[in-house]
């Protein structure tokens, strides 16, 4: 085994003349051809107002969108019948305290329903019977 101090020292490699001063231009080279080339600006500017103006589109269309929704449920309601209305509620579940807690009628409304529910009873026969209590 030989000794560090015994191993010659020279230097076994060898460079051309002008090499170090040539590198740094060289390797700047590389760098810029291998650049991406930056996207242009006008596309930047365009998605930066574009992006606000669709934003608010969306929440225009979803604010005014449930107002229109609610206009056709109540013409929706409207076209519906009293007697169907009356046999969906007497084959359902719904109590008559549950209707009144459920919504209030103004008295016009309420008049406009009595006078179709009662348009089939004469109360003058119900009067003239002789019901023994």
């Known amino acids: 085994m030989r000794k560090l101090e015994d191993i010659p020292k020279n230097n076994p490699f060898s460079v051309p003349d002008g090499y170090f001063d040539k590198l740094p231009g ?3 080279a590389r760098i810029d051809a291998g650049r991406v080339k930056k996207p242009v600006p006008y596309l ?6 574009a992006m606000p ?7 225009a269309v979803f604010y ?10 109540n013409d929706l309601l409207a076209s519906v019948s ?3 209305l009356v046999a969906y509620l007497a084959d ?5 305290d549950d209707l009144v807690d ?17 348009t089939d009873i004469d ?8 019901l023994d209590l």
């Open 82 to 84: 009293s007697e169907q």
């Open 26 to 28: 060289v390797i700047q």
């Open 92 to 96: 359902s579940d719904i109590t008559t």
């Open 53 to 59: 103006v669709v934003a608010l589109i969306i929440v």
């Open 64 to 73: 005014f969108r449930p107002q229109a929704a609610a206009e056709s449920y």
């Open 123 to 130: 109360f003058d026969d119900i009067n003239e019977l002789d």
């Open 102 to 118: 459920a919504g209030t009628l103004d008295e016009e409304s309420a008049e406009a329903i009595e006078a179709e529910v009662f």
């Open 44 to 49: 930047r500017y365009a998605l930066q107002y």
